[in-house]
Every structure is written in structure tokens, then in C-alpha cells.
């Protein structure tokens, strides 16, 4: 028997397949060029806020400087834990990935909603800004639980960014660092269709709630393979551990065909714009606090990559710094990921919202290749393998 009857073409890794389409985000990966609705990166990290940038791509423009008091009051208004929800968190094993805590714990927040289920836009919206507020808290909460420590309510009056990192240490940021903290939000924001994007728009196809939407990209961002590469680029930074050793690393990964971290990408073929404003960015942090070691051997490994690498398409992307970045900022390792996701939850949103205006159920089909016809055999009668 046929399981198939046409030619079938098979889309591994979903290369290539477009699933809609979209006025998010574009990316020119040749061209080295980044846009949030039609806005440049550059000009987002230079001008604007993580608020503003997260509006602008929940609702599509600008706002106003009305609309953006609105909108920051809302987040603020949500950003605080329910008592539950600490003594959840309290709860955790003190040794849980953080990811797993910030996935487990935006699940839970479905529970405390009053009304979870929403089939408008703004109320979806709604769920989105609880989920988007209370992300810094959860995060903050567990890392300070784990060491011991009293969980800081956030504090009214900061950006998300600086409340993040209040809620962190239990002390107002430095103002420098609370910006550098917004441009990395504003970084991470949106990428277009990347898996974790995907993934909640499989979640929102299927006209789910905002919490299992958000709940999916987390647990899907929270793979090695699509969140994790900060920690590991920083990682290596930190075993090369000066300057001076760049190269030996470099030429000995290279022979051992192993990957530079931060390097390379499936969509820029070029520089990443959000590694040109990082390094920069970096730069800057490490002297300003005078811890500039780490730093400097990035950029020893960065250029001798480039040398090593010269002629091919695998340049420095978004993770060759940010994990630096939070370091110096004095965050803990573990702690990147749920950052990204803190960031990301916009642009989740943002798409699984454009998704729904027209949605259509994501099913796609799988090539069956396996066997039919097969007798059924009693319990008694079975090998326990597959002669049966
Ligand atoms: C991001 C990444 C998965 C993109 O992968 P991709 O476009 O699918 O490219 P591939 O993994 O198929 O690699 C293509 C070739 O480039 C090489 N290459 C890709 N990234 C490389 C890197 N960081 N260092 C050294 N070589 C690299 C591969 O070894 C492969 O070589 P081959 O053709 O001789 O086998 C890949 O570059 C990578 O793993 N980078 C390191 C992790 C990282 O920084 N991820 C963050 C992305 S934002």
C-alpha cells in the first residue's frame, strides 16, 4: 500500500517557506540593514525607548508622547507580583534553569487572570502588556530567591529597563547602565519569523490564549540552539580569557572544524546591525567601568576570526557582545536568555496578533513513510521490537 500518491517536497528546517505576510520587521541580511515596521535599528537604539519600541510594534506606529505615558502607566500598573504568584516561585527548586521559572511562571499567571481567554485584539493586548510587565519581576524574583535574598518590588517611575536591573540588586542603576540595558531590550525586540516567532504563531493559530502563545515562544527560545548562544560566545570569551590567546583559540577551533560563538547567522550574510551597535555599546560599558579584559579578547577573537574566516559569509552577529554586555552589567550568566525572551515577548505579540487578523489554522502535513498493514498481534504473542 502507498502512503503517497503525488511528489512531495520536503521543507526541512522550513527553509524558505513563507507562512505569511508581514508589516513587522524586515531583515536585508546582504545588507547589513535591520527595520521595526519601517524603522531603522540604528535610529530605534539611538532615539527610542524599549516602551516606545515595544508599542511600535504591538501597534504598528509611534505614539504619541499621550499614547506612550498610557502605555508605560499600564506596564507599570501590571508589573507587580500577585502574592501566589511569589509564593509559586518561592517554591521552585533554588537549582531551576531560570528559563524554565520564567516559562512555568507565565503559564501560572493564565490561572490568576481573571478572564484568560480573550477574542479581541485589545484584550489579547492586555494579556500581552500583564505578561511583557511582569517578566522583569519574575526573573528578578527567582535569581533573588535563589541567593537567599528578599524579592524588590518594582519601583515606580523606572523603565523597564532600570527596573529590571533595581529589582536585580536591590539598588537604582546607574543612569549609563539603565540606557545601555533599554538599547539591548530594543536590540532583542523582533526578529522576524525565527523559531520562537514561529512557534507562537502555531500556538495563535489555533486560537489559543495569550499565556499558552507566550508560554510556547519561551519554551521554544529556550533551546541552544535559537537563545543560548550569548551565554555560550561569553563563555568562550571568558576560557580564551585575554587577548593574547585569541589566536591559538581561533585557529585550533577552526582545524577542529568547531563553531566560533557569535559568529555566523542564516539570515545576515554580513555584519549583524545590532553586533555594529553593541560592540560599540560594550566598548564603551567596559571602560566606563574600567573592566575592559573581556572586552578586549572579544575583539582579539573577533579579529582574528575575521582573518581566519576571510572570503566566506560568517561574520560577527548580535550574541558576539550582548553576553558581555550583561556581564559587566553585572548579570548573572543564566539570567541572558529570560532577557532575550523579556525582549522578545513584543515581538511575539506583535506577530501572533498580525497572524490572527487572518487567520488560518497552521497544519502542515508530515511524509508518512512508515509501514501499514501490519496484524495485531496479543500481548503474549510480541517480540518487544519491530519484527513484530
Ligand atoms: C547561527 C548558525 C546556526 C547559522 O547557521 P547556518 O546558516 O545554518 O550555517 P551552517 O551552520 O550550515 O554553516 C555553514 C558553514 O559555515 C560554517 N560556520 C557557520 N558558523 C560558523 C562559526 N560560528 N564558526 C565557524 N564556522 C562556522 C559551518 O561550519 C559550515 O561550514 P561547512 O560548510 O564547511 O560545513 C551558525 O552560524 C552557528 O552555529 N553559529 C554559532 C552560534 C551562534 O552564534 N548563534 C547565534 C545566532 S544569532
Known sequence: MSAVKEPVVIHK????????????????????????????????????????????????????????????????????????????????????????????????????????????????????????????????????????????????????????LYMLTGEEPDPYDAHVMDVALILHAEHEMNASTFSCTVTASTLADMYSIITSGIGTLRGPLHGGANEAALRTVMEVGEPSRAETYVVEALAQK??????????????????????????????????????????AIEKSARKHLEGTSIFPNVDSYSGIVFHVLGIPTDLFTPIFAMSRIAGWTAHALEYLEANRLIRPKALY????????????????????
Open 13 to 164: 528546517g522550513l527553509d524558505n517557506v513563507y507562512v505569511k505576510e508581514s508589516k513587522i520587521c524586515f531583515i536585508d541580511g546582504e545588507a547589513s540593514r535591520l527595520f521595526y515596521r519601517g524603522y531603522s535599528i540604528e535610529d530605534l537604539a539611538e532615539y527610542s525607548s524599549f516602551e516606545e519600541t515595544a508599542y511600535l510594534l504591538i501597534y504598528g506606529w509611534l505614539p504619541t508622547k499621550s499614547q506612550l505615558d498610557e502605555f508605560k502607566r499600564r506596564l507599570e500598573a501590571f508589573r507587580p507580583l500577585e502574592p501566589n504568584i511569589i509564593q509559586l516561585i518561592r517554591s521552585y527548586p533554588t537549582s531551576s534553569d531560570p528559563m524554565d521559572v520564567l516559562r512555568t511562571t507565565v503559564s501560572a499567571l493564565g490561572l490568576y487572570d481573571p478572564q484568560p481567554l480573550a477574542d479581541n485584539a485589545e484584550a489579547r493586548i492586555e494579556k500581552a502588556l500583564k505578561i511583557l510587565a511582569k517578566t522583569p519581576t519574575i526573573i528578578t524574583a527567582f535569581d533573588r530567591i535563589r541567593r537567599q535574598k528578599q524579592p524588590v518590588s518594582p519601583k515606580s517611575g523606572l523603565s523597564q529597563a532600570a527596573d529590571f
Open 258 to 299: 568547531k563553531k566560533i560563538m557569535g559568529f555566523g547567522h542564516r539570515v545576515y550574510k554580513t555584519w549583524d546591525p545590532r553586533y555594529v551597535i553593541l560592540k560599540k555599546l560594550g566598548g564603551e560599558l567596559a571602560a566606563k567601568k574600567g573592566e575592559t579584559k573581556l572586552f578586549d579578547t572579544a575583539v
Open 369 to 388: 513513510v512508515g509501514r501499514t498493514g501490519i496484524a495485531y498481534k496479543p500481548i503474549d504473542a510480541r517480540s518487544g521490537g519491530l519484527e513484530d
